[in-house]
């Protein structure tokens, strides 16, 4: 069975909200309640955030926020799981159906295929992180027992690969699921969430090639998704109740931010019904002092 975009539930609504960080307000940018929108990327230029939605990209304007589809062709429908090219000019993506990472311009056209030169046969893609220099990808490898109903999860681990589609790498080996690698701001760590250190996701973060791997937040939470201000000075992170498995949609979330790398004391930035495409990928602005992200009310 292939998989499809998600779609908005009955008297469901797709919110797009701003957090600022100075003020630790957030605000309402975009509303609507006919297309599932997710994981916003903040674009480079400061002026607009990239979505995922209904298999396509969208830029949003952040001055006037109205939908624009950036039509790109040559790939199968989009998930939430795009990254941002350092060049300021293209976007990394990845695929449902044939689950593999793809590289096309923000302005459009033709995609170009980067996994699947090489590398592990049945491997699902799923890509989070891309170093500053453009150079090198952080994916997630998944791995599935497709007969079971539902799904079932086989292997999850932290893959690198070269941008160029050569050079695979894994670099956990922990044997429980990890998920949402991302580079740091000076391409010396990897954050990412991890089952390692308990039995449920926390964050953690390790060298490049999966050395000096250190939980960074111990939480009675679920957390996902660790995001880095561009400036290396907070993070975000998605926050699910205790006992939560894998990193469902529709549930009251939190975000939670931490402040000048003070991983003892993050506090909550947002409070919404979410979870998953809330902030799949980093949401930070270029001067590091907001952060976008999606929330999912019903009625």
Known sequence: MKALPRKLMPNQRCQVWVHDVATNENSCVFETSSLLLEAPNWALDGRALILNGDGVLWRLPVDEPVLQQIEIDGVPPLNNDHVLDPDQEHVFVSAYDDWQIYRASLAGGHATQITGKEGHEGLRHFLHGVSPDGAQLAF????????????KLLFAEIFTVGADGNGYRQITHAGVPADGPEYS????????????FSSSAQIARMRLDGSEIARLVASETVDWFPHLSPDGRHCVYLAYPSGTTGHPANLDVKLMIVRDGDWDRPVVAARLFGGQGTINVNSWSPDSRQFAYVAYPIG
């Open 185 to 196: 701001p000076d391409g010396q760590w990897i954050y990412l969430n991890t089952e390692a």
């Open 140 to 151: 997630v490898g998944i791995r599935v027992d497709e007969a079971s109903d539902p799904v």
